[in-house]
């Protein structure tokens, strides 16, 4: 075999395992589905696969909602402001503390992300609306909470189907009260996915919170001192710890966090974030809209950082770095030489437990395409990845990192990424609750990756330590060796 045929063929074989799962389908949903599903070709400027568009129906989808992109992920984090669920309690209720955004505080003081708040909508409320249950419910909130912040609402499908105006009863509701009313528009039927959440919320914060920040800084009433070193850190939402983890490093490397949005941020951390000297954004796909308004707006220049895994940390630390003095630059040297021989410890504990393991991603936001420095540190090779509600920006950005005849599936159904799996036979796969049980069932590890399955923090020198204990814990249980996978059933 000749070296061109012999780097061509773990590419044709990729191609025809997916050819052979779209057989699955009728004509018409096969030939839709096979725009979502490729093999990266090296040298290839993205990863050739439709995205962000909507999901077939009848098939199963890992997505969410525009509501769940601007509650669970966006607004919901910021914790000293009240956020309102405004529709009937079912989708409240599911999203309430479903993600493990962790913060410092006292609950029902300065800290109110543990606790739901729902307009409980009614049948009488879709026929007469719920305008005025609204106005009534803000003014209760702040009876109550006297020390929240402010307020968000956060709008559901029959809000947007009935016609109500919240905007208006925020507007008004704001004055009566003293206190920011936002009201964000994010009925789940809005767009494809829970992406348009993020957008949406990304712009009620440009046009509902920024121009308070602008008003505070031209009557000198934000009471902020600047510094050369002020940075915002965006996009982090603190699974598990991580922006913490993040913020110690960005620290001791000479800068000031000014603002964590929106992991264990504030309300005014929010507003603080118009007078930074460079943004942080960690989730590019759910902030960067914000962040780019901010450049054109304030002139805030952005970048995005990994801190997975410590060969991608040491180079986000020196690209943070290159954009200030050399006083910064000698403090990103020093953390990065201070981390060495832990993140050399760790390797050596664990790389020749879990080296050749082969690993297949779906996940949202940034992981698909973020963690993989972390596997490729301890030797592990990620196979195949995917966005739930990724752009074509992502899977361009996705091409710096994943290696020749990775598998790429856009908004993978449950059936292709099971089949996937039967067919590639991965050592792990890592994606989302949904998925866990499936893949386990099916007698493979697995990590569930958007909120750490209950452990973390996962960025960071300290956290690659936990991200590195947690995959040998999923790969080498004992546990495994009583169960087994269809496939070695069949062979046997």
């Not at 602008?214 to 002020?230: C, I, Q, V, W």
């Not at 080498?476 to 169960?483: A, E, F, Q, R």
Request: glycine fraction near 10%; include cysteine.
């Amino acid at each position: 075999m000749t070296y061109t045929e012999e780097t061509q063929a773990p590419k044709i074989e990729k191609k025809q395992i997916i050819n052979e799962v779209l057989e699955a389908y009728p004509d018409k949903a096969g030939k839709k589905r096979a725009k979502h599903l490729n093999v990266h070709e090296e040298g290839k400027s993205d990863c050739g696969v439709k995205s962000n568009i909507k999901s077939l129906p009848g098939v199963m989808t890992t997505r969410g909602c525009a509501y769940a992109g601007a509650k669970g992920v966006v607004w919901g984090p910021v914790k000293d402001m009240i956020h309102l669920s405004h529709g009937p309690v079912g989708c409240g209720y599911y999203s309430w503390s479903g993600r493990r955004n962790y913060y410092i505080g006292t609950t029902g003081i300065d800290t109110f992300g543990t606790m739901q708040f729902t307009s409980d909508f009614q049948e009488r409320d879709i026929v007469f609306g719920g305008d005025k249950k609204l106005a009534k419910l803000l003014t209760e909130m702040n009876e109550l909470f006297p020390l929240a912040k402010g307020v968000t609402i956060e709008s559901e499908c029959p809000v947007g189907l009935i016609g109500d105006d919240i905007e208006a009863v925020a507007k008004k509701s704001a004055k009566e009260i003293q206190k920011p009313v936002i009201p964000v528009r994010c009925e789940g039927f809005r767009g494809v996915s829970q992406s348009l959440g993020h957008h949406i919320a990304n712009d009620t914060v440009r046009d509902w919170a920024l121009p308070i920040a602008d008003k505070k800084a031209k009557e000198g009433t934000l009471n902020f001192e600047p510094s050369p070193y002020d940075v915002a850190v965006i996009g982090d939402y603190n699974i598990g710890g991580d922006a913490w983890s993040s913020r110690i490093l960005l620290e001791e490397m000479g800068l000031r966090v000014v603002t964590q949005f929106s992991g264990d941020g504030t309300w005014n951390e929010v507003l603080l974030t118009t007078q930074v000297k460079l943004n942080l954004i960690h989730c590019y796909r759910s902030m960067n809209y914000i962040c780019r308004h901010m450049e054109e707006t304030y002139g805030i220049p952005w970048l995005e950082f990994n801190f997975f895994g410590p060969t991608h940390i040491a180079e986000s630390l020196r690209a943070i770095a290159n954009r200030f003095d050399d006083k910064i630059k000698e403090g990103a040297e020093r953390v990065i030489a201070k981390y060495q021989a832990q993140s050399e410890a760790v390797i050596a504990k664990y790389r020749p437990r879990l080296e050749g393991k082969t690993v297949m991603l779906m996940v949202g936001g940034l992981r698909p395409r973020h963690v993989i420095p972390a596997f490729k540190d301890l030797g592990m090779q990620v196979i195949g990845t995917g966005y739930e509600f990724g752009h074509n920006d992502d899977y361009k950005r996705t091409t710096e990192y994943i290696d020749d005849a990775t598998l790429i599936y856009d908004d993978v159904t449950g059936y292709e990424f099971e089949q996937f799996a039967h067919k590639l036979k991965p050592d792990l796969i890592a994606a989302g609750i949904k998925e866990k049980y499936v893949f386990q069932k099916m007698a493979l590890p697995f990590r569930q990756m958007h909120s750490w399955d209950y452990s973390g923090p996962y960025h960071g020198y300290d956290g690659f330590a936990i991200f590195a204990r947690d995959m040998d814990l999923a790969l080498n249980s004992p546990t495994w060796g009583l169960v087994k996978a269809p496939w070695k059933q069949a062979e046997e």
